[in-house]
């Protein structure tokens, strides 16, 4: 008979983490597992010995298709960098000391690059400790800046949305017959694949964005105005997709050319908004054209009433997979996704080392953006749009899509 | 055989005003109209002879239905105000010499409380000029703040809208296990219809909105801020929602006590903007509490892809049966939803005098705020909750909703 499993998840939510979490819970079930727990708030739980029996929690068909349809982390998420190994050792045996104790064979982490770095430590140490527990990385984040893999379980459902809300944003933009540029700030750090996903509203139906700034390319703030001065001349509407982390030349956000509020995380990274709105000022105070600055902000992470089924799809695999992968004896690994063809689409699994993912950042290739660093090329887009198709209708109940919650 | 009509979309779009717009269209045609014209951008448009036969873009059954699940209005809008009939007859004359060089039998304005000011002059200068054109008001407005009527079209799906994206974003707040602030800014400047719809939210499977505040009631930031205090000594994740036009009981708007930026429109609105962040950012800074501000901007009176039908069945209704009250000699009128059952729900409609709608708004009833002024009355939920029921899926093509685009 099987051990028991443990599972967390970590880092910021996406509307489809919980398709992963049930594709590690069901098919541990399914294979044998004894015990399935759920670190609550991730490695950060569950050294405070806080995990729940998932059995209590799923208790039906039902409750796992409304699992699915659940946006952002069911069992909580944490923010939390082990130390390093040779700095403290405690942890680690505190880790493995809770770990043994509730019988556990595999722990699954489904989180981002951050998150990986988790797995990454924990395997190290399971061979200091000559410990058998398998550690797997389950991969997920909107933002799909993992590497190795050929995109992100979460990716496609934000990109989905965003390009929906691109849609509705530029129908709304051509209302009145006065100029009005419309700038919308979507997440992305470092990596401009969110911001992207823009270009996907263009189409027989729609006149799509007019510009997309990416975090790849410095953003030149007088050609930006510039270019905002010739198109104003074209249309009465414009409307631009920039990226929270567009950065100056010289390095600094531009929304650090203003003022900005400060919040480091524990990864050290800064709290990033307000670049929409510094360059809708901008271009409203030097033009006297009216403005708006839209932040697509949490709503693009949580939007579960707008997933792409591909997306939901996958996430439940890469959970399953690594269940799979686990229980055949892997250790150490991420499962990750493998694009073997583009027309038609289809994406299979393999595991690779967490040590090639953990902490590394994948950007947009310099060649997937125009050369004026104001578009993005079609590559880019015929690599998105598989990601979003289709759809998992909500379950709506008295009107609103009904999710499942976790009562403690 | 009956003359040709006419219709126009005035004022902030919403995400059925098309489906008024095709209201109007199908019936006219129905009940034997000539030409169905549309002016572009509203009266605006009109008075520059700018309009178009809606039969050369509205070409087949599944057009309809696309127009239907267009958001934002196909034909564009104004914000344009006529003037006093005493101080500019010309201007008058020459709308109605366009009229009846265009053989109008009957125009339909579709838009909200100043809007409906137009029908009221035009109406009232038909009189004077003793010309049979009937002139009829069809009733949109997100903000739900008409006069004589039960509720607005347009109003249900952006509650609707409102409700769902707060459930998402109350379960993303709940993701980590340090305490945040998510404070959400609602449209409404007067009247606080759209923020009340956060209400919704709460249920069987969701914790609901901590605190709504509507411009009904002088806003008390010391009261707040304590308020505040309290809660996060209870719980780690706080959400609240705020209208965009809340005072404070000297009569500034919230956002106006730091800085804001200002734009007035024609009809003396300013552009609000930034309430959320101003409490946000004085709670972080006071309390240290890690805080977000969201801003649902103009995302949702466009969300045509989270419609309410029972919105947009209305919406059809209130265009159908304004050409059926013209074409029976009905003018200077608007039509109105009238409750006429609570459970079951049913909703009919009925012709008003235009006189007593126009540039009047409707508030929230302060019996159906709680005492405190931080939440909703149950009779205020019970009103809202029939009017978000049902869906109209979209039409998804490739991966997002599709629409209907006017191509000139």
Redesign the interface.
Known sequence: MRGNVIVGQSG??T?VINSSLVGVYKTAKDRGAGKVYGM??GI??LLDRKYVDLSEHIKSDLDIDLLKR????FL????YKLPEIRDNTEIYDKIFDILEELEIEAFFYIGGNDSMDTIKKLSDYAILRSSDIKFMGVPKTIDNDLAMTDHTPGYGSAA?YI???M???I??G????YPTI?IVEIMGRNAGWLTAASA??A?E???GVDMIFLPEVPFDIDKFMARVTDLAKKQSSIVIAVSEGVKVADGRYVFELKDH?E?VDAFGHK?L?GTAKFLA?KI?SEFGI?T????L???Q??????T?RVDITEAFQVGGAAVKAAFEGETGKVVVLDRISEDPYICTTSCQDVHKIANIEKKVPLEWITKDGTYVADELIHYI?PL????L?PM?V????????MRR
């Open positions: 910021g939510p509307s609550l708030h950060k739980g659940t946006p952002s982390s909580g998420s944490c923010r989905k390009a929906a809300a849609k509705e944003v129908r709304d051509l209302v009145y017959d419309t996907l509203a189409g139906d729609c006149e509020v919040y709290q908004q000022d409203g009216k708006r600055a839209i932040e902000s949490t709503l992470r949580c939007a579960a009433h707008m792409s749009r979003i198709q289709a759809e209708s709506m008295d009107g609103l899509p009904r999710h499942l919650r």
